[in-house]
């Protein structure tokens, strides 16, 4: 069983500013894919980014980029100029290839962008 | 635009009542999934379908059944709602096979509270 862990509850930045949300997880699986959502205040959650496993190449879109780091199981979420709308419930989840889309997700961040 | 809609946001019922929570989506998505999202959890899986009358138990089945009639409604059934199951519900869908690619389409949530 894969298990994401998310260590930070809540976080706050300034608007303008770097923040950096954190993912860990644990997996036995050589081939998965990882990806972070955003639930804002009374919305739908939307798909932010996704990596591929097997790519070196760390994830980027647009102001939102990933480090991955497969030996060390980590998955962290770089927003950078943060924008008041980027307040929001943030989850980082994981997937094996070919597992029809069953997702195991982490526990969620807050982050609150201040203005 | 996918849209996931569910039939209410908010909800309150009594210990022992029978709660039905709706979904529809409109993007003639194979998979439906209904999740339970408390904090600090992040979102578990209750259950999931990938066609109609086809249903598969998540993590967290127990208390809980689901009906899937037709492609487009997923409905997930509280038999005999406890207090232990006041919480946000989401219903989610995606495509299925070839489009695996875990982007799940979220609706906003039904939040239930049970006294």
């Known amino acids: 069983a894969q298990t994401v862990t998310q260590s930070q509850p809540e976080m706050s930045v300034q608007e303008a500013e770097t923040v950096t949300l954190s993912c860990t997880y644990d997996t036995s699986e050589s081939n998965y894919y990882l990806f972070w959502y955003k639930q804002p205040p009374s919305r739908q959650m939307i798909l932010v980014i996704r990596q591929e496993a097997y790519k070196q190449q760390n994830a980027t879109e647009n102001r939102f980029s990933v480090n991955f780091q497969k030996a060390a199981k980590s998955f962290s979420l770089k927003i950078s100029d943060s924008q008041l709308g980027d307040t929001a419930m943030y989850f980082c989840a994981f997937m094996r290839a070919n597992a029809g889309n069953m997702l195991t997700f982490g526990g969620g961040t807050r982050l609150m962008v201040k203005p | 635009d996918v849209k996931v809609t569910q039939s209410s946001r908010y909800l309150v019922k009594r210990t022992g009542e029978k709660v039905f929570l709706e979904c529809v989506q409109d993007m003639d998505h194979e998979n439906m999934f209904w999740y339970r999202q408390d904090p600090g959890l992040g979102l578990r899986l209750i259950y999931f379908?990938?066609?109609?009358?086809?249903?598969e138990k998540g993590d967290i089945p127990e208390g809980y059944s689901v009906s899937r009639e037709k492609k487009e409604r997923f409905s997930l059934i509280l038999e005999s709602a406890s207090t232990n199951q006041t919480s946000m519900y989401l219903c989610?869908?995606?495509?299925?096979?070839?489009?695996?690619?875990?982007?799940?389409?979220f609706g906003e949530g039904s939040r239930l509270t049970v006294l």
């Open positions: 989610a869908s995606t495509v299925a096979g070839g489009g695996n690619t875990g982007e799940l389409f």
């Open positions: 379908s990938y066609d109609v009358k086809m249903k």
